[in-house]
T-cell receptor
């Protein structure tokens, strides 16, 4: 079945450590997105990519980095520069040509700083 | 910049009662509008969407929403709440359909037996 797979489901980070969250899709979608979810804050856009080897910053990109070397994959790295990384991270994808069909979401990664 | 306002961070209804979750948006052009549902520790699932055409849209699980341009609203309704409807609901907008979705802060729906 087609879908988006995020891994791991739970991730623990020590202070000063970089961690990478995986997002893989087999929907043949061109566009992929990373959102951060905090209680009472809704979803805030971190980065998005509409084509391989190209990506744009969202509203809260500081302390995060991404790559888009393959159409299927859009990993997110949470760097040590991100001072408050504890959150639920959601990856999504959509078809080319816009959002007529909305997003398909992964099941999320919960990141906790220890 | 576009924004989405969901009135009420928490709504509580009795089982069998009407569900009404409010969403207002700001957009300079007719937008693409969406409602998503999220169950605990899961991703979001699309309930329904408005892109063009009929302003009353029907979605899954008996939900529907009406796009009212004059009121810049896209409220979500369901005639009769079920216990399984308890979840968090997000309204989202994209002004052009080619820009990333902007989400509201969400409304948590509780259903009381």
């Amino acid at each position: 079945d087609g879908g988006i797979t995020q891994s791991p489901k739970y991730l623990f980070r020590k202070e000063g450590q970089n961690v990478t969250l995986s997002c893989e899709q087999n929907l043949n979608h061109d566009a992929m997105y990373w959102y951060r979810q905090d209680p009472g804050q809704g979803l805030r856009l971190i980065y998005y990519s509409q084509i391989v080897n190209d990506f744009q910053k969202g509203d809260i990109a500081e302390g995060y980095s991404v790559s888009r070397e393959k159409k299927e994959s859009f990993p997110l790295t949470v760097t040590s520069a991100q001072k408050n990384p504890t959150a639920f991270y959601l990856c999504a994808s959509s078809t080319t040509g816009g959002l007529a069909y909305g997003y398909t979401f992964g099941s999320g990664t919960r990141l906790t700083v220890v | 910049a576009q924004s989405v306002t969901q009135l009420g961070s928490h709504v509580s209804v009795s089982e069998g009662a009407l569900v009404l979750l409010r969403c207002n948006y700001s957009s300079s052009v007719p937008p693409y509008l969406f409602w998503y549902v999220q169950y605990p520790n899961q991703g979001l699932q699309l309930l329904l969407k408005y892109t063009t055409g009929a302003t009353l849209v029907k979605g899954i699980n008996g939900f529907e929403a009406e796009f009212k341009k004059s009121e810049t609203s896209f409220h979500l309704t369901k005639p009769s709440a079920h216990m399984s409807d308890a979840a968090e609901y997000f309204c989202a907008v994209s002004p052009t359909g080619n820009t990333p979705l902007v989400f509201g802060k969400g409304t948590r729906l509780s259903v009381i037996a």
